[in-house]
């Protein structure tokens, strides 16, 4: 699985470092879409849309996006069972409409609530 997040955003870049810590047998890529190369590389993917929301691409070459990257990812290192919760029919629109929300306003977010917690001076 490849996931494709803003690395410039600190709060995005530590939920990939603990994703990567957990996964242990090395079957996540993370591409930061801020690379210079990265339209080059990966053509397929407008880094303006990328910086909208989540992309994610699953092993088979299918795009995935948003919290279905967030829930795909922790499943494959095994670590999701809370994140089932997300999928419920009942709670899906509101959690996706939140994510959204929060890709939207992330830098806004991180300003706010991270500063100490995800090491921004």
């Known amino acids: 699985m490849i996931i ?3 690395g410039n955003c ?4 530590k939920e990939m470092q603990s994703l990567k810590r957990a996964d242990a047998h090395n079957k996540i890529q993370l591409e930061d879409i ?3 190369d990265f339209e080059q590389r ?3 993917i407008k880094r303006e849309e ?9 092993d088979n070459g299918e795009m995935i996006y948003g919290l279905d990257v967030t829930f795909a990812a922790w ?6 069972s809370w994140l089932k ?21 992330r830098k806004q977010v991180t300003s706010l609530f991270c500063k100490t ?3 921004i001076k």
């Open 10 to 13: 600190p709060l995005c870049a």
């Open 34 to 36: 801020n690379k210079d």
């Open 42 to 44: 990966y053509s397929y």
């Open 117 to 119: 917690s995800c090491g």
């Open 50 to 58: 990328a910086m909208g929301f989540l992309h994610g691409q699953q």
């Open 75 to 80: 499943q494959t290192v095994g670590r999701h």
């Open 85 to 105: 919760l997300l999928q419920l029919p009942v709670i899906r629109f509101s959690a996706d409409l939140g994510y959204w929300l929060f890709a939207k306003y």
């Open 4 to 6: 494709f997040y803003d």
